[in-house]
Nanobody, 116 residues
Framework: QVQFVESGGGLVQPGGSLRLSCTAS?????????IVWYHQAPGKERKLVAQ????????YYPEYMKDRFIITADSDKHTVFLQMRNLNPDDTGMYYC????????WGQGTQVTVSS
């Protein structure tokens, strides 16, 4: 059964950092799916922020991310991390992880609020 569990969000001041965690079902890792993080700002659609291939470490960031986020994976723990730094209010919203191919099963996400 496919499952994603996100954690690590919270309230942080502008310029601060957070590390999000995504624990996924073992099948996600054993079936060699890419794992992705999405950001959904209030009232907006989900937007891809980072992608990793856990089996070979291949990483992709959309150009607009500007090197502020770092995605890593611990395959033994079936977990993918998103280290976020220099956060600004535009980073506020829910963060979700999923796979490529996209799973129809979404986790509850983790809320990030960047505010002074």
């Amino acid at each position: 059964q496919v499952q994603f569990v996100e954690s690590g969000g919270g309230l942080v001041q502008p310029g601060g950092s957070l590390r999000l965690s995504c624990t996924a079902s073992e099948i996600i890792f054993t079936s060699r799916r890419h794992i992705v993080w999405y950001h959904q700002a209030p009232g907006k659609e989900r937007k891809l922020v980072a992608q990793i291939s856990p089996w070979d470490g291949d990483i992709y960031y959309p150009e607009y991310m500007k090197d502020r986020f770092i995605i890593t994976a611990d395959s033994d723990k079936h977990t993918v991390f998103l280290q976020m730094r220099n956060l600004n209010p535009d980073d506020t919203g829910m963060y979700y992880c999923n796979s490529i191919p996209l799973s129809g099963v979404w986790g509850q996400g983790t809320q990030v609020t960047v505010s002074s």
